[in-house]
């Protein structure tokens, strides 16, 4: 986004008032201090977004490290409100684009690393219709980087030639413990080919299914519990970890070096006491074969 020049130096008072005013249109710095990535701006490194397709009508710029949270508190340079109203991307200095159909960084994902001179182009998975005037939230990148808040992890695109299968076979092993359906391989494959989505990406959206979210998780901790404490989960253990895995962001390795530390582990871990050793009594004293001793 273009803001005309300030014609006077800011105090700190007014440099906060100023950030407010940023913050109250819906631009976020995703990171910190001086609230863009000067190294990318150096670079050229932003994102420009049209209201029409190839580039033309009204604009509004990203640099790396900033993201729009509702693009319904946006205007494009002319004045329109920007939401649901870009047609065409351009990237210019190795960005990266992170755009949501809805506000609030929810909704499908698209991964843009490359101009699009018409949206109209790119279809939007799981519905009829195309990103064009879908768009309602974004997130500029570095490329190579991950910035803010929004957790997909790695997002660098696989290598060019890269095999989609054995990528997504491999994602549902480790996260579902299972071989991918035809439907999934066909529908991350579309995602990943169409939507510039990575492997961390699709692991990610695994995690949010009712599968994931469902028996997985339980048998995860089940089988912690056999293997670490001998039993099986109890209510209250299985529901304390389903909050922490779901909501917290706990690894399973973290849920077994939890259970490790706890005093239950502790106590089954012990070796058992000797048993206390009884006396000898008179006629139990060891014998001697053969001659007796002599003195």
Avoid at 193 to 202: A, F, L, R, S
Avoid at 238 to 243: G, I, P, S, W
Avoid at 257 to 283: K, Y
Wanted: proline share 6%; net charge neutral.
């Amino acid at each position: 986004m273009n803001f005309p020049a300030v014609p006077f130096v800011l105090s700190g008072m007014n440099c906060r008032f100023v950030f407010l005013l940023l913050a109250l249109a819906g631009v976020v710095p995703a990171a910190r201090a001086d609230h863009r990535d000067e190294e990318s701006r150096h670079r050229g490194s932003r994102v420009v977004l049209y209201e029409k397709a190839g580039y033309r009508g009204d604009s509004l710029t990203l640099f790396a490290g900033e993201a729009v949270e509702n693009l319904d508190r946006v205007s494009f340079d002319g004045g329109r409100r920007a939401n649901d109203r870009i047609s065409s991307i351009r990237i210019e200095g190795g960005a990266v684009l992170l755009a949501y159909e809805h506000a609030r960084f929810r909704g499908q994902l698209i991964r843009v690393t490359e101009s699009i001179p018409n949206l109209a182009d790119r279809a939007l998975p799981e519905v009829v219709g195309s990103w064009n005037d879908r768009i309602s939230s974004l997130q500029a990148e570095a490329g190579g980087r991950a910035h803010g808040d929004h957790r997909h992890g790695d997002r660098r695109a696989p290598p060019d030639g890269a095999d989609y299968e054995r990528i997504i076979a491999r994602a549902y092993d480790d996260v579902l413990r299972r071989e991918p359906d035809a439907e999934g391989l066909r529908y991350f494959r579309g995602l990943m080919i169409d939507q510039g989505w990575t492997e961390q990406m699709v692991r990610a959206h695994i995690r949010k299914s009712a599968e994931y979210r469902g028996p997985v998780i339980n048998r995860m901790i089940e089988r912690a519990y056999q293997d670490l404490l001998g039993r099986s989960v109890d209510p209250s253990g299985l529901d304390h970890y389903r909050n922490l895995l779901l909501d917290h962001g706990l690894t399973e390795q973290g849920m077994r070096d939890d259970l490790r530390r706890s005093a239950e582990f502790r106590q089954r871990s012990q070796p058992p006491a000797p048993a206390p050793q009884t006396p000898p009594r008179g006629d139990d004293k060891p014998r001697h074969d053969g001659a007796e001793v002599q003195r």
